[in-house]
């Protein structure tokens, strides 16, 4: 029977390596210990599970299926993102994701690192290569919400609007467009990307970058961060305030809408 010091070890070893709060780390290993069958069952499904990877689909992170999903939930609700939509777009929900980046110890990486990984390993698109990463790290802990690695904290908001992308991109490009759903607001605009992204310098010495991406034919969307914000009630107060930004722009591109309706 481990002592006291040697079960938190262990307990903190599998928080580690599942991304499950203590006190689920705690009890599956509790139970473990009062069933001892159960848990050689285990360790042989996760050795079938291990050798199943080599002929698994590119895509699809190291481990195929955790060994415990009750925190699932919770995984998805400390990442800030729904398991739904992150599987969606990646074909893979939080658990299998934090299985691939534990297995090489991404914890211990920097963002961009693990960005690199994400994106070259598994193909994600740059944007959701960013939401993986951002999510990864808050389950490890190495963020809280709204803040970045640094220490400072950020706002995001995207939208989609039904105009093609190059009307989108001229609504944030050209100065005069900019003015009737951003007014008052003396930003300089650093670097453009036509119809790809822009970094803008913001007059309280924030910045924000935008990152266009056509999604039709005549869809298109915008996704913004506001980088170097103070807390989390500044960044909340940001995401309000690009809530209702982007829902301007919206009226304003309304009429070209209707116009090639």
């Given at each position: ?47 079938a599970s291990r ?18 999903t009750s925190a ?190």
């Amino acid at each position: 029977m481990p002592t006291n010091k040697d079960f938190k070890r262990l307990v903190r070893g599998r928080m580690k390596k599942t991304g499950e709060s203590y006190t689920a780390a705690r009890s599956h290993l509790l139970r473990q210990r009062s069933n001892p069958s159960r848990k050689a069952s285990i360790s042989r499904g996760a050795f079938a599970s291990r050798a199943s990877v080599a002929t698994a689909a590119p895509f699809t992170p190291v481990i195929a299926e955790p060994l415990v999903t009750s925190a699932t939930t919770d995984l998805a609700r400390i990442a800030g993102m729904s398991d739904e939509a992150v599987k969606k777009a990646t074909g893979c929900p939080w658990a299998k994701w934090v299985k691939a980046l534990d297995h090489v110890e991404a914890y211990t990486w920097p963002h961009r690192e693990i960005a690199d990984y994400v994106h070259e390993k598994y193909k994600v698109p740059d944007w959701w290569t960013q939401m993986v990463t951002v999510g990864y790290e808050r389950i490890k802990g190495l963020r809280a919400k709204g803040q970045r690695r640094g220490g400072g904290y950020e706002a995001t908001r995207s939208k989609v609007f039904p105009v093609p992308l190059g009307r989108l991109y001229r609504a944030f490009h050209d100065s005069r467009t900019r003015a009737r759903w951003l007014s008052g607001v003396a930003l300089k605009v650093r670097t453009a990307t036509r119809e790809k992204s822009m970094r803008i310098a913001w007059p309280d010495g924030t910045s924000v970058e935008a990152y266009f991406t056509g999604t039709g034919a005549a869809m298109s969307l915008v996704q913004i961060q506001h980088r170097k914000l103070v807390d989390q009630a500044d960044a909340a107060r940001r995401k309000a305030y690009w809530s209702e930004r982007l829902a301007a722009l919206g009226e304003i591109l309304a009429p070209a809408v209707k116009k090639t309706a």
